[in-house]
């Protein structure tokens, strides 16, 4: 079964500042990964997704994550946050070939200070 | 396009009561997932459902159950109600190797 690890629950920065949160999994196959974000208030949205080809994706708002097979590592960075980032940000993960289930880490709560 | 969607919006039980949760997919979509988000544990896996049927569920009690309906709608049942049943509950709607979008949630608490 998979598993996925987020190192960081809880992170502040200042505006401006570059971000990187660690997303490592677990798991004998091939997966597809995500990183999903969780506004206050709102509901679970997709930042990103990497199925295959190009391990560097882009996202919305700014973001990127690069998927390092060798470390079975996906972490999500931006170059410089806006307040408007406060969130939630969970990586996921789930096998490739099937509609199997999606597995998230614990998550890392972000708080952006002006 | 519609997104997954959920009711109600909070439920209010008591321990002991029965909760019934509803979603109802991205059209097209035959799978459903069921997601418990409680406070400091992230969000664990609980049900899914594909072509009407459980194929999986997560590490939770039996009182925790659920169905998919014809129109691939997912009602998720909890039974005995505990305290720390309290939580939002996510559903999520997905095709093979596609994007999970998921609902609002419905927030559960059990007093």
């Known amino acids: 079964a998979q598993s996925v690890s987020q190192h960081n629950h809880h992170v502040i920065l200042s505006e401006a500042a570059s971000l990187e949160l660690g997303c490592n999994y677990s798991?004998?196959?091939?997966?597809?990964l995500f990183w999903y974000v969780q506004y206050p208030g709102q509901h679970l949205q997709l930042l990103l997704k990497?199925?295959?080809?190009?391990?560097l994706v882009k996202g919305i708002k700014g973001f990127e994550a690069e998927f390092i097979k060798s470390k079975f590592s996906f972490n999500l960075r931006k170059p410089s946050v806006q307040w408007s980032d406060t969130a939630e940000y969970f990586c996921?993960?789930?096998?490739?070939?099937?509609?199997?289930?999606?597995?998230f880490g614990t998550g890392t709560r972000l708080q952006v200070t002006l | 396009e519609a997104g997954v969607t959920q009711s109600p919006t909070h439920l209010i039980k008591t321990r002991g009561q029965q909760a019934t949760l509803r979603c109802s997919p991205i059209?097209?979509?035959?799978?459903v997932y069921w997601y418990q988000q409680a406070l400091g544990l992230g969000l664990q896996f609980l049900l899914w459902?594909?072509?009407?049927?459980?194929?999986n569920r997560g590490n939770f009690p039996p009182r925790f159950s659920g169905r998919q309906f014809p129109n691939y709608s997912s009602e998720l049942n909890v039974n005995a109600l505990e305290l720390e049943d309290s939580a939002l509950y996510l559903c999520?709607?997905?095709?093979?190797?596609?994007?999970?979008?998921f609902g609002p949630g419905t927030r559960l608490t059990v007093l």
């Open positions: 999520a709607s997905s095709q093979r190797d596609s994007v999970w979008f």
């Open positions: 798991y004998g196959g091939t997966v597809n």
């Open positions: 990497y199925f295959s080809g190009d391990p």
């Open positions: 996921a993960v789930s096998p490739t070939g099937t509609a199997s289930k999606l597995t």
């Open positions: 059209s097209g979509h035959t799978s």
């Open positions: 459902y594909d072509e009407g049927e459980e194929r």
